[in-house]
């Protein structure tokens, strides 16, 4: 899924009589903008607006277009009145532009012309800076957020955060798209994890599907021998499967692995969330003791599952696989204080695309807090930088994005049939785990490979709520 970006330059008509060569100039500068973003995104570029006339046009051409990100590349000295009516009337998130041709202006080139009409000329082609408060003075009347890059077209900082904008916008259009497969009910008395369905279609535009385990049963029910040996290669390609594995239980986990692919197929869903326990019924018992290898394969090809019910950490399972991070379902496991590390991990599916190493299929005799006994997934998060999210709930209901930089470590793991991975922060453990617990998270989060935070706390921006930084 591709962004796609309006974009336009701003610049004044009286110039281009007065200055020659100046519009070519800078359209030229455009151009290198709009190759630039076109890498990345798909763009609509209706290039210099510098007249009432170019305001109507630009309005006609981006209305035609489902705009995800508008760009404004102040381009010289504009007329805020030309700018305003685009913005407004496109209804996107706006990201404004200060950029000058190279980090400084050539005095000694531009004093020695002798004419101060073209050494004029030359000036203006640097004059980006002089609309930017224009711009953010009319946006603060208008109540329309400010969002600007300054810098040069040479600084490699400004097409990194540049980048980072589109990235976010991408992350908006996926949440908008997102469909959410509800599976079963809450874990009993896991208080931080109740969600409000509402307020997640509202806020991050995800739509809801309340599925039964009933129908994931009958699924399970007309899966042929065929299907599952195909289903049992997959395993083996995706997973390391220790010799430990029975047939009976890689068998179990296939079929159930089927069903689940034909229940998200079915529904075209982008996530799910699921918990369930099945008491009482056999039937139901062997479906819910055989999900986590069906569902780590879901989840590491795009199609996120959380445990235990958790609507708020499948969205930031989402939002980090859209953001090319991956994902992985996480809590908090221990803290080492020897080696100033924190283990985090989790049991059920992880996300196999960020693992170090192949990914463990091993049995477990025991689910700890869940029924029965089954396959379950042993791996390490790849080693190097990873970002952790939350999405959390403030007291007034609110929703906001936490998150934190750190780096995945070697270093003795529990061999437990789990997720589980070393993490070292800036922080030093009992620092972190103080700063995070108080920032006022569910138990949950999502890590992901790479430093994003940068991305994300843009998606907050655009999305209109707060974010936090631990470290």
């Not at 040069?152 to 497969?181: F, M």
């Not at 599976?183 to 806020?203: C, E, K, P, Q, T």
């Not at 994931?216 to 499967?241: D, G, H, M, P, V």
């Not at 693992?355 to 080693?383: D, R």
């Amino acid at each position: 899924m591709k962004t796609n970006i309006g974009l336009f330059a701003i610049g004044l008509d009286t110039y281009w009589l007065q200055f020659d060569s100046l519009l070519d100039r800078l359209l030229g500068y455009h151009k290198q903008i709009s190759e630039r973003i076109s890498k990345e995104a798909n763009v609509t570029d209706v290039g210099m607006v510098d007249s009432s006339e170019r305001v109507k046009k630009a309005i006609e051409a981006f209305d035609s277009k489902k705009i995800d990100l508008l760009i404004v590349n102040i381009s010289t000295y504009g007329l805020s009145q030309n700018i305003l009516p685009i913005v407004r009337d496109s209804r996107a998130p706006t990201l404004i532009l200060n950029l000058q041709p190279t980090a400084s202006i050539d005095y000694d080139f531009i004093n020695g012309l002798g004419d101060r009409g073209k050494m004029t000329g030359e000036w203006l082609a640097y004059c980006q800076a002089c609309v930017a408060p224009e711009v953010g003075g009319v946006f603060s009347k208008a109540n329309l957020p400010i969002r600007l890059v300054s810098g040069h077209l040479e600084d490699p900082e400004v097409w990194t955060d540049i980048s980072e904008w589109i990235q976010a916008a991408k992350t908006v259009k996926t949440l908008k798209q997102n469909r959410v497969g509800i599976l079963g009910h809450y874990y009993n008395g896991m208080l931080d994890v109740y969600s409000d369905l509402a307020r997640y279609s509202a806020v991050l535009g995800s739509e809801f599907q309340i599925l039964e385990f009933g129908e994931l049963k009958a699924l399970s029910e007309k899966i042929s021998k065929e299907e599952i040996n195909k289903k049992r290669e997959e395993f083996q390609s995706a997973f390391n499967i220790s010799n430990e594995c029975s047939n009976y239980e890689l068998e179990r986990a296939a079929t159930t692995s089927i069903a689940l692919d034909n229940l998200v197929n079915g529904y075209n869903l982008d996530s799910l969330a699921y918990y369930y326990e099945g008491k009482g019924d056999p039937a139901y018992e062997n479906i819910v003791t055989s999900l986590i290898p069906g569902f780590t394969l879901l989840t590491g090809n795009h199609i996120p599952v959380a445990g235990e019910y958790e609507i708020k950490n499948v969205h930031a399972m989402k939002i980090m696989d859209a953001l090319n991070a991956g994902g992985s379902f996480a809590e908090f496991y221990a803290m080492d204080f020897n080696d100033d590390v924190i283990l985090l991990g989790h049991d059920g599916p992880a996300h196999f695309a960020i693992a170090e190493g192949k990914v463990g299929l091993v049995p477990v005799p025991v689910y700890h807090g869940k029924p029965g006994n089954g396959l379950s997934i042993q791996m390490e998060v790849s080693h190097g930088a990873v970002t952790i999210l939350s999405v959390c709930e403030s007291g007034d209901g609110k929703l906001f994005l936490l998150c934190a930089e750190g780096r995945s470590v070697e270093g003795p793991t529990l061999q437990i049939g789990n997720t589980n991975s070393r993490y070292k922060f800036e922080l030093k453990p009992k620092d972190f785990i103080n700063q995070w617990s108080k920032a006022g998270p569910s138990h949950h989060m999502a890590i992901g490979v790479g430093h994003v935070a940068g991305q994300i706390e843009k998606l907050a921006d655009l999305l209109g709520i707060a974010f936090i930084k631990i470290c």
